[in-house]
């Protein structure tokens, strides 16, 4: 993990340090007196998520509550700005060998940076206020899924899923009230997460009213969960006995049967073996304590070797951790290293279904992708 680390301030720095140099040019600050403003302005925003988590994380207070506001936010004005400015480098690259650019371009070429700075910046801070808009707009979606009744009792299951909500003071509860009444609507018979439920200390999660609201969720066989890797880097054993305590029930290589027909599995996060050096169990390992005579649904965090479940006939398995990459282009990303980043699909007998997630890691901000929560509505069918 310290290589990582290093590996991320490394490139994390080259980053702001591109996008702080390629600024300056492009704005030509003449007075010492801006100089000296824009860049204390840029190295707080810069160093604000790092100081939040090192100098503030044990301040239970607004002040570490700021500094993370700042510091998420400036993940995605960084990232966009980033992408903003390559491009701008690969026609003037293009231009070098191909020139094309109208004359009136190159004949005041500080106005035209002034003017391209100008451009990117406001076209940025429409991008990353858009996405976070679309973060706070929840979406509601429903499916509807036929599995072989095999020996069950239940010939329905009404399932409230949703992954990925990382509560912290960033997003400040507000996520959390919308899923309570999302689940108010819906009514389920059960509610199931896949994982990277909480983001942060108990300490701070309890001064915004997470545990109070976690308390709220409501349905009549329960609410379970699994570990994703994001309860592993706040510490596992921590944010599992606060989800337990507030009436969330992790599953940690474990099943419960619901009225003697379904049988829900909860799996291991795979990143186990990065954080403690602990093995999960896997999916034949787990299924081997299953009954054959009926339904199975997997709750899996990471949507990795979908083919396992599918050899073991699991009629369902729920998913979430990619957020489709959370910020366009990043999909791309997650597209490439998961056969499934964002979505339903279905192979041999086995229904998977992978969520973007209903909350965001770091910046607030989705692009590309919904917030969202997802209503199953199983019938459970004859042979």
């Given at each position: 993990?310290?290589?990582?680390?290093a590996?991320?301030l490394?490139?994390?720095?080259?980053?702001?340090?591109?996008?702080?140099?390629?600024?300056?040019?492009?704005?030509?600050?003449?007075?010492?007196?801006?100089?000296?403003?824009f860049?204390?302005?840029?190295?707080l925003?810069?160093?604000?998520?790092?100081?939040?988590?090192?100098?503030?994380s044990?301040?239970?207070?607004?002040?570490?509550?700021?500094?993370?506001?700042?510091?998420?936010?400036?993940?995605?004005?960084?990232?966009?700005?980033?992408?903003?400015?390559?491009?701008?480098?690969?026609?003037?690259?293009?231009?070098?060998?191909?020139?094309?650019?109208?004359?009136?371009?190159?004949?005041?070429y500080?106005?035209?940076?002034?003017?391209?700075?100008?451009?990117?910046?406001?076209?940025?801070?429409?991008?990353v206020?858009?996405?976070y808009?679309?973060?706070?707009?929840?979406?509601?979606?429903?499916?509807?899924?036929?599995i072989?009744?095999?020996?069950?009792?239940?010939?329905?299951?009404?399932?409230?899923?949703?992954?990925?909500?990382?509560?912290?003071?960033?997003?400040?509860g507000?996520?959390?009230?919308?899923?309570?009444?999302?689940?108010?609507?819906?009514k389920?018979?059960?509610?199931?997460?896949?994982?990277?439920?909480i983001?942060?200390?108990?300490?701070?999660?309890?001064?915004?009213?997470?545990?109070?609201?976690?308390?709220?969720l409501?349905?009549?066989?329960?609410?379970y969960?699994?570990?994703?890797?994001?309860?592993?880097?706040?510490?596992?054993?921590n944010?599992?006995?606060?989800?337990?305590?507030?009436?969330?029930?992790?599953l940690?290589?474990?099943m419960?049967?619901?009225?003697?027909?379904?049988?829900v599995?909860?799996?291991?996060?795979?990143s186990?073996?990065?954080?403690?050096?602990?093995?999960r169990?896997?999916?034949?390992?787990?299924?081997?304590?299953?009954?054959?005579?009926?339904p199975?649904?997997?709750?899996?965090?990471?949507?990795?070797?979908?083919?396992?479940?599918a050899?073991?006939n699991?009629?369902l398995?729920?998913?979430?951790?990619?957020?489709?990459?959370?910020?366009?282009?990043?999909?791309?990303?997650?597209?490439?290293?998961?056969?499934?980043?964002?979505?339903?699909k279905?192979?041999?007998?086995?229904?998977?279904?992978?969520?973007s997630?209903?909350?965001?890691?770091?910046?607030p901000?989705?692009?590309?992708?919904?917030?969202?929560?997802?209503?199953?509505?199983?019938?459970f069918?004859?042979?």
């Amino acid at each position: 993990m310290a290589i990582f680390f290093a590996l991320f301030l490394l490139v994390y720095g080259s980053a702001n340090f591109f996008v702080y140099v390629r600024t300056m040019q492009a704005f030509q600050f003449q007075s010492l007196y801006a100089k000296v403003l824009f860049s204390t302005v840029f190295v707080l925003a810069a160093s604000s998520y790092i100081l939040a988590k090192s100098l503030f994380s044990n301040v239970n207070s607004v002040l570490y509550d700021v500094f993370l506001w700042i510091g998420s936010f400036w993940f995605a004005l960084l990232g966009y700005f980033l992408l903003s400015l390559l491009v701008i480098d690969i026609f003037v690259l293009i231009n070098r060998f191909f020139p094309f650019f109208p004359q009136f371009l190159l004949q005041d070429y500080a106005k035209t940076k002034l003017l391209s700075g100008l451009i990117v910046l406001l076209l940025v801070f429409i991008t990353v206020t858009w996405g976070y808009i679309n973060a706070n707009n929840i979406k509601l979606k429903t499916i509807h899924l036929s599995i072989p009744k095999k020996n069950a009792s239940l010939s329905s299951l009404n399932i409230f899923y949703f992954s990925d909500s990382h509560f912290t003071p960033v997003n400040n509860g507000r996520i959390a009230k919308k899923i309570i009444d999302l689940v108010a609507e819906v009514k389920p018979d059960i509610i199931l997460i896949g994982g990277d439920v909480i983001d942060d200390k108990s300490s701070h999660l309890k001064r915004i009213g997470i545990d109070v609201e976690l308390q709220q969720l409501k349905a009549r066989y329960g609410v379970y969960t699994i570990n994703g890797n994001h309860e592993y880097i706040v510490n596992v054993n921590n944010a599992d006995n606060f989800l337990n305590e507030n009436n969330v029930k992790v599953l940690r290589d474990s099943m419960i049967t619901i009225e003697n027909s379904v049988q829900v599995i909860g799996r291991e996060d795979a990143s186990i073996a990065s954080f403690t050096r602990g093995k999960r169990k896997s999916v034949a390992e787990l299924v081997a304590e299953a009954r054959k005579d009926l339904p199975i649904i997997l709750l899996d965090h990471q949507p990795l070797h979908l083919a396992e479940a599918a050899a073991q006939n699991i009629d369902l398995q729920l998913s979430g951790h990619t957020h489709h990459g959370q910020m366009w282009p990043f999909s791309f990303v997650t597209k490439l290293i998961y056969e499934v980043s964002w979505g339903y699909k279905k192979i041999a007998n086995t229904h998977f279904y992978v969520s973007s997630g209903v909350g965001t890691w770091g910046p607030p901000v989705k692009i590309g992708n919904d917030a969202e929560v997802i209503n199953f509505k199983i019938s459970f069918t004859e042979n």
